[in-house]
Nanobody, 118 residues
Framework: QVQLVESGGGLVQPGGNLRLSCLASGSVFSLNTMGWYRQAPGKERELVAVITSGGSTNYADSVKGRFTVSRDNAKNMVYLQMNSLKPEDTAVYYC????????????WGQGTQVTVSS
């Protein structure tokens, strides 16, 4: 059983910063990819940023240069530092964990709301 618990969402003004955290617990395979997706009202869920256990990263074009994904492998945690937030960043942000050992294993957190508004 694997669980992902996010924290750090909230309301912030345009131009502000937020940091999201996600803790993975349970039987987590050490070689994995963790990261963040988001879903705005009326839109599909989209990739924001992911990072492998080796440190390779991938970002959505819309957040490059503003968001930074990082992780602590020893603690099974992933973080998303969001700077220079824009109203279009408003969404529910979901933590994601993925690995392949013979078959794919994919897990989602419950989501945390990020609202960027003045």
């Amino acid at each position: 059983q694997v669980q992902l618990v996010e924290s750090g969402g909230g309301l912030v003004q345009p131009g502000g910063n937020l940091r999201l955290s996600c803790l993975a617990s349970g039987s987590v395979f050490s070689l994995n990819t963790m990261g963040w997706y988001r879903q705005a009202p009326g839109k599909e869920r989209e990739l924001v940023a992911v990072i492998t256990s080796g440190g390779s990263t991938n970002y959505a074009d819309s957040v490059k240069g503003r968001f930074t994904v990082s992780r602590d492998n020893a603690k099974n945690m992933v973080y998303l530092q969001m700077n220079s937030l824009k109203p279009e960043d408003t969404a529910v942000y979901y933590c994601h964990l993925y690995w392949v050992v013979g078959r794919q294993s994919r897990y989602w957190g419950q989501g945390t709301q990020v609202t960027v508004s003045s």
